[in-house]
């Protein structure tokens, strides 16, 4: 045990480690026998587990937290319905662990190919959003990697009945119930700790706001892979279905404002915003959408109560609410060179019926996901045929974008000779 990790992380690592060795050597059968018997457990301890996050949800309130954050936290049975129905698809998803890939026959006659394997031991800190217990959990088993989660205070009784529920639903499996384990203590000294615990854990991936991507990337002796924050844009050009536009960021907007994936910010040609602009304000603002405008767009929407004058950081904010900044470019190069600046590599894109428009938007911005003429919303594992993502990652690692199973492995060289020895 080092100086810096207590008794009681230290067991924590040491059961992940075990159990993933057993895990990394189950069938598929094995693990999605597994999933289903978890799925079931869940169902059946619904009432435990609505009453727990009604109690989370009751003094976060209390506490004030935020609107936006409160949503997050928040279950209720259509929620918990959707959280069950995607672990179930799950497994239905392809196994990625043992598959192999990029075979090759030497000169000399070795025969070489990769293998996909588990990462192994995942860390993995978010918060306010108790869904995420059980998406990691199902990615985590299926790709054959066992995982330790650290959820936030406000989500503390949630996730205590969710691994509960987990645990015993793999009890009798042939998966150790220490695979999945949770620091249900909200010591936040315990955070460092899993951080520093590189003999046990492989990765960790938190998810949550930029503090705690930062605090990670700056105190961890293992690989971080960061993201999920989203600054997201769509830009309507001058050719573009402006009827069409208006519902697509509606979407972006109003489907769900809470989450990374939610619209931020409208660009729009200079050539169509006198048109747009004043339609696209009156469609939202009755959904309860309030604006921050430049200049120009502001001069278009003065006198309207929704719309104020953005301040200078208003495009680099990541609303998270029913919040949406609006500006006028001149023309598509400015639109690129806005989002360079103000994005986070997330998800943007453009509504547009020019092809060459389109092309050359997709050529020059570099985010995660690049969309035309769709919304943002789409950005998410279950939309993009992954199952339930752990995460979305906007780094350049060997993860970019939604996280799903073969995005939780690794590979190994295998290499078959006849006693071959090299000259």
């Given at each position: 045990?080092t ?13 992940a480690?075990?159990?993933s060795r ?82 090759q ?25 108790p869904?995420v ?9 299926k790709?054959?990697n066992?995982?330790?989660m650290?959820g ?11 691994i ?22 909200t ?19 938190p ?54 994936n ?8 200079q050539?169509?915003?006198s048109?747009?602009?004043p ?59 806005h ?8 998800s ?13 938007f ?12 769709a919304s ?10 992954l ?8 780094q ?15 590979f ?5 000779g ?6």
């Open positions: 045990m100086n810096t990790m207590s008794n009681y992380m230290l067991k924590l690592g040491q059961q480690k075990a159990a057993t895990l990394a050597h189950v069938s598929t059968a094995q693990k999605n026998a597994a999933l289903e018997k978890v799925a079931e457990q869940i169902e059946k301890e619904t009432p435990e587990i609505l009453a727990a996050n009604a109690a989370d949800h009751a003094e976060a309130g209390a506490s004030g937290l935020g609107e936006a954050m409160l949503d997050r936290l928040l279950l209720n049975e259509k929620r918990l319905q959707t959280i069950v129905s995607d672990l179930r698809s799950v497994i239905s998803l392809p196994d990625p662990a043992g598959e192999h890939f990029d075979e026959l030497m000169p000399n006659g070795l025969k070489m190919h990769k293998q996909r394997v588990p990462m192994g031991v995942l860390g993995v800190i978010y918060e306010s959003r869904n217990t059980v998406d990691v959990a199902g990615l985590a088993l790709s054959g066992c995982v330790i650290r936030g205070k406000e989500t503390l009784r949630s996730n205590v009945a969710f509960g529920a987990i645990q015993r639903g793999l009890k009798g499996s042939e998966i150790p119930a220490e695979a999945i384990q949770l620091v249900a203590d010591d936040r000294g315990l955070v460092l700790e899993l951080l520093q615990m590189d003999q046990y854990v492989d990765m960790i991936i998810r949550g706001g930029a503090g705690l991507h930062d605090f990670c990337r700056q105190n961890s002796r293992i690989p971080v892979i960061t993201g999920g924050i989203g600054i997201c844009h769509l830009f309507v050009d001058e050719s573009a279905d402006l009827d069409k536009s208006i519902e697509v960021i509606r979407n972006a907007k109003i489907q769900r404002p809470s989450v990374c939610s619209l931020d910010t409208a660009l729009v040609h050539s169509v915003a048109e747009l602009l339609r696209l304000v009156k469609r939202l603002s009755a959904d309860g959408v309030a604006f921050r405008a430049d200049a120009t767009a502001y001069a278009l929407l003065k006198g309207d109560e929704s719309v104020k004058l953005a301040g200078d950081e208003d495009f680099d904010t990541e609303w998270l609410s029913l919040m949406l900044g609006l500006k006028v470019v001149n023309n598509l190069e400015e639109a690129i060179e989002i360079a600046r103000h994005s986070t590599a997330h943007d894109g453009i509504l547009t019926n020019d092809p060459a428009n389109a092309a050359h997709l050529e020059m911005v570099d985010s995660a996901a690049v969309y035309v003429n943002t919303r789409f950005t998410d594992g279950s939309q993009m045929g199952g339930a993502e752990i995460a979305i990652s906007t350049r690692m060997h993860a970019r974008g939604p996280m799903g199973l073969r995005e939780l492995t690794t190994k060289w295998v290499v078959q006849d006693y071959h020895v090299r000259s």
